[in-house]
């Protein structure tokens, strides 16, 4: 299963960007699927950003870094999970990967909990 993120660029701060995440290949029951969004900036370690909970998505969680500015959300008949960032800041500038698990249901937040990953899209907000 591949995931495939996309909806990067470079924007300026405070603007919004929306990020979006969708399987492809082989078939995918996307709604049984915990999703997150993890970041990598240059130098520093994979981190958490988001996550949505399986089927209706009614649980999420958030970073204290992204907390009040992002939502995740998932549209399963779309099989797409979103991440809308809103007031974008300086220090979010990095890789965004898209992450998925069927062995947790819940809105986890360690990366070893997600089993399928996306590519990653460049996500840079100028100051």
């Known amino acids: 299963v591949q995931l495939q993120a996309s909806g990067g660029g470079l924007v300026q701060a405070g603007d919004s960007l929306t990020l979006s995440c969708a399987p492809s290949?082989?078939?995918?029951?996307?709604?049984?699927?915990?999703m997150g969004w993890f970041r990598q900036a240059p130098g520093k370690e994979r981190e958490f950003v988001a996550s949505?909970?399986?089927?209706?998505?009614?649980?999420?969680a958030y970073s204290d870094s992204v907390k009040g500015r992002f939502t995740i959300y998932r549209i399963n008949t779309k099989r797409t999970v979103y991440l809308q960032m809103n007031g974008l800041k300086p220090e979010d500038t990095a890789i965004y990967y898209c992450?998925?698990?069927?062995?947790?249901?819940?809105?986890?937040?360690?990366?070893?909990?997600?089993?399928?990953w996306g590519q990653g899209t460049q996500v840079t907000v100028s100051s």
């Open positions: 949505v909970s399986a089927w209706s998505g009614g649980a999420t």
């Open positions: 290949g082989r078939p995918f029951d996307f709604e049984r699927f915990a």
């Open positions: 992450a998925g698990t069927k062995r947790f249901a819940d809105s986890v937040t360690s990366a070893v909990q997600f089993d399928e």
